[in-house]
């Protein structure tokens, strides 16, 4: 099956950088997936990686080594509204064509 | 921007009671999803239609739920009988297909709160 760990919460203050790790172990990588979502609302796309290397996309950013099976986003210049949980979701190649697996998700508390 | 539609937004019901959700992708989307989340968990996956065939349902509790897409575009998630262990969000999404660059768009959830 899939094992994708990535920590329960964070905290950083506004204009700050952080960054969410998010560790995983597929029989098939076939892409990954962060997701942004506040509380009690729909999780929302954020960026996807299927090669190494670094996405930029504004101020969000994420990276991928699928020898390591590693992935981070970086937030930048974090503003109030930043405050979420945000979610990493890998695709397998091994099981249904389209299907995600989600983490826990992390939350994200950004202090004024 | 067009958007996943889902309803009711809010469902409170007792344990052997009958429930319901709907949901209505995104126009021209072929591939829906239903996902069940527990609060402090990720989205699990519990239902994917390819237009109005089931090509995943590995994690449906059958014995319960049933889902259905009738006409390959909205589709219903029932529960029957409800139990106290289904409170969760009810995540609905679409995608254009089953690509591996395909994203899920996801509706506002229902949130069931069974007593």
């Known amino acids: 099956g899939q094992n994708i760990d990535q920590p329960t919460e964070m905290t950083a203050t506004e204009g700050a950088i952080v960054q969410i790790n998010c560790t995983y172990q597929t029989s098939g990588f076939n892409g990954l997936f962060w997701y942004q979502q506040h509380a009690g609302e729909a999780p929302t796309f954020l960026s996807y990686?299927?090669?190494?290397g670094l996405e930029e996309k504004g101020r969000f950013s994420s990276f991928l080594s699928r020898s390591k099976g590693y992935s981070y986003l970086l937030l930048k210049e974090l503003q109030m509204k930043d405050s979420a949980s945000y979610l990493c979701a890998v695709r397998d190649r091994g099981s249904t064509l389209g299907r995600l697996y989600f983490g826990r998700g992390t939350q994200l508390t950004v202090w004024p | 921007e067009a958007e996943v539609a889902q309803s009711p937004r809010y469902k409170i019901t007792e344990k052997s009671q009958a429930v319901a959700f709907w949901c209505d992708p995104i126009?021209?989307?072929?591939?829906l999803y239903w996902y069940r989340q527990i609060l402090g968990q990720g989205p699990e996956l519990l239902v994917q239609f390819q237009d109005e065939s089931v090509v995943d349902d590995s994690q449906l509790p059958k014995d319960r739920f049933s889902a259905e897409r009738l006409k390959g575009v909205d589709s219903t998630l029932k529960i029957q009988p409800a139990e106290l262990g289904d409170s969760a969000m009810y995540l609905c999404?679409?995608?254009?297909?089953?690509?591996?660059?395909?994203?899920?768009?996801f509706g506002a959830g229902t949130r069931l709160s069974v007593l």
């Open positions: 126009s021209g989307h072929a591939t």
């Open positions: 990686n299927v090669l190494d």
């Open positions: 999404a679409s995608s254009v297909t089953s690509g591996i660059a395909d994203i899920q768009y």
